[in-house]
């Protein structure tokens, strides 16, 4: 079982900035990517950000220059700065872990989500 807790979401005008963060924890061998996803009302969810083994970072057009994701390895954790926030940025963010997991005696793969946190711009 693995679980992630987020925090970090609220409401802010347009400009403002806001840092989630998003702490994974229990029985967790490796973790190969932490990311974050985004669904606004009537869209699909989108990759945000997402950061790989080796640091390998990828972002989504619209938050290049703006968003800036991070991760700290020993606490498990990834977070995401989001500076000059626009109203387009409103939607619901989500957590995202891939990675190993040990099982009794087995490593297995896993992927997990957080429970969503909600980050709200206004004009």
């Known amino acids: 079982q693995v679980q992630l807790v987020e925090s970090g979401g609220g409401s802010v005008q347009a400009g403002g900035s806001l840092r989630l963060s998003c702490a994974a924890s229990?029985?967790?061998?490796?973790?190969?990517?932490m990311g974050w996803y985004r669904q606004a009302p009537g869209n699909e969810r989108e990759l945000v950000a997402r950061v790989s083994v080796g640091r390998s970072i990828n972002y989504a057009d619209p938050v290049k220059g703006r968003f800036t994701i991070s991760r700290d390895s020993a606490k498990k954790t990834v977070y995401l700065q989001m500076n000059s926030l626009k109203v387009e940025d409103t939607a619901v963010y989500y957590c995202n872990v891939v990675g190993e997991v040990v099982v009794g005696t087995q490593v297995r793969s896993f992927e997990s989500w957080g429970q969503g946190t909600l980050v709200t711009v206004s004009s």
């Open positions: 229990g029985s967790i061998s490796s973790i190969n990517a």
